[in-house]
């Protein structure tokens, strides 16, 4: 499905080449072409929408990264913020293309150095995730990304911290959102919030 919207702004990124667009409709039904659904997985009920084949398609994630540059649109970030694990895939390709700085958002006790916290609740208790105090200055401005937007636990307490450390947060992005799990009623409605691909 295509993104929501297309922001002028796109047009005057420096990051964009030629064959520029946001809403390339043959990009995106490639991708989502490529999304294979995996009956009963993690547990019987679900159906997993596995991104591993996008992934080992090196023109696919070209084609993944292409679309995420554009969803930053005229945003010029200094700092690309990826959530533990697959997050860390896109966004340190997509801080690459756009030459800012990649941090990671870790799971409890998985960073080495002195960490902000924030927990988030699950189906059945509690998580736990963590960024470096000094990963991110105030004023920074920056892009959270992450594969999915389930029900935006994760991402509403990684924009939290980010948000505590000062950060201006001017994009969400995601290469996959979960709409029936209404995951965008735990996030901060007026960052842009963008997924490629929808279901």
Not at 17 to 39: G, M
Not at 136 to 151: Q, R, S, W, Y
Not at 162 to 176: M, P, Y
């Given at each position: 499905?295509l993104?929501?919207f297309?922001?002028?702004?796109c047009?005057?990124?420096?990051?964009?080449?030629?064959?520029?667009?946001?809403?390339?409709?043959?990009?995106?039904?490639?991708?989502?072409?490529?999304?294979?659904?995996?009956?009963?997985f993690?547990?019987?009920?679900?159906l997993?929408?596995?991104?591993?084949?996008?992934?080992?398609?090196?023109?696919?994630?070209?084609?993944?990264?292409?679309?995420?540059?554009?969803?930053?649109?005229?945003e010029?970030?200094?700092?690309?913020?990826?959530?533990?694990?697959?997050?860390?895939?896109?966004?340190?390709?997509?801080?690459d293309?756009?030459?800012?700085?990649?941090?990671?958002?870790?799971?409890?006790?998985?960073?080495?150095?002195?960490?902000?916290?924030?927990?988030?609740?699950?189906?059945?208790?509690?998580?736990?995730?963590?960024?470096?105090?000094?990963?991110?200055?105030?004023?920074?401005?920056?892009?959270?990304?992450?594969?999915?937007?389930?029900?935006g636990?994760?991402?509403?307490?990684?924009?939290?911290?980010?948000?505590?450390?000062?950060?201006?947060?001017?994009?969400?992005?995601?290469?996959?959102?979960?709409?029936?799990?209404?995951?965008?009623?735990?996030?901060?409605p007026?960052?842009?919030?963008?997924?490629?691909?929808?279901?």
């Amino acid at each position: 499905m295509l993104p929501n919207f297309l922001p002028e702004s796109c047009l005057d990124h420096p990051a964009l080449t030629a064959h520029f667009t946001l809403v390339n409709e043959k990009n995106i039904s490639r991708l989502n072409e490529a999304v294979r659904d995996v009956p009963d997985f993690p547990k019987p009920g679900i159906l997993f929408k596995d991104i591993t084949p996008i992934l080992a398609s090196g023109e696919l994630f070209r084609l993944a990264i292409d679309e995420f540059v554009s969803a930053v649109g005229g945003e010029s970030p200094t700092k690309i913020v990826g959530i533990d694990a697959r997050g860390f895939i896109f966004g340190a390709a997509l801080a690459d293309r756009l030459g800012a700085g990649f941090v990671p958002v870790r799971k409890k006790g998985k960073l080495p150095w002195e960490t902000h916290g924030a927990s988030y609740t699950l189906e059945y208790g509690e998580a736990h995730v963590e960024i470096h105090r000094d990963a991110i200055l105030p004023g920074e401005k920056v892009v959270l990304i992450d594969d999915l937007l389930a029900t935006g636990g994760t991402a509403g307490a990684a924009l939290k911290l980010i948000q505590q450390l000062g950060g201006e947060v001017v994009c969400l992005t995601f290469l996959i959102e979960l709409a029936f799990l209404e995951g965008r009623k735990n996030l901060d409605p007026s960052v842009r919030t963008v997924a490629l691909l929808t279901y």
